[in-house]
């Protein structure tokens, strides 16, 4: 992969892990995904009642926590929209770079927003 990391450069801070600090930094680095994320946390707190468990919640939680951080951060979202645009390919070692490059990206989003 030939991207460079552009450390340091955020479009906004990280937000808190809370539902409405969720909403409002994905209001500024993706809009269009403010339906799906009203969706999904929907799902959640049906579960959450259903399960009698908090679980469905945190998992909402870190889930949009982690894509935010990859939508904020131009270095992940350009390494992930490569990664994506090329996990289809035919030829089976971009693809499986994409695969290996998509995991590292969602893993060093999900580490830095667990802390």
């Not at 808190?16 to 680095?29: I, K, M, S, W, Y």
């Not at 049906?46 to 009698?52: D, M």
């Not at 469905?56 to 131009?74: G, H, M, N, Q, Y």
Request: with cysteine.
């Amino acid at each position: 992969m030939s991207i460079q990391a552009d450390c340091g450069h955020e479009l906004v801070p990280r937000p808190e892990q809370t539902p409405d600090a969720l909403r409002v930094a994905l209001a500024v680095v993706a809009p269009g995904r403010l339906a799906e994320m009203q969706r999904t946390k929907d799902n959640a707190f049906a579960k959450a009642v259903e399960w009698q468990s908090v679980s469905p919640v945190r998992s909402w939680v870190l889930a949009w926590a982690r894509d935010i951080e990859i939508a904020r951060r131009p270095d992940l979202s350009a390494r992930y929209a490569w990664a994506s645009g090329n996990l289809e390919r035919e030829e089976p070692d971009v693809a499986g770079e994409a695969l290996r490059e998509l995991t590292a990206v969602l893993n060093e989003a999900m580490t830095a927003v667990r802390g």
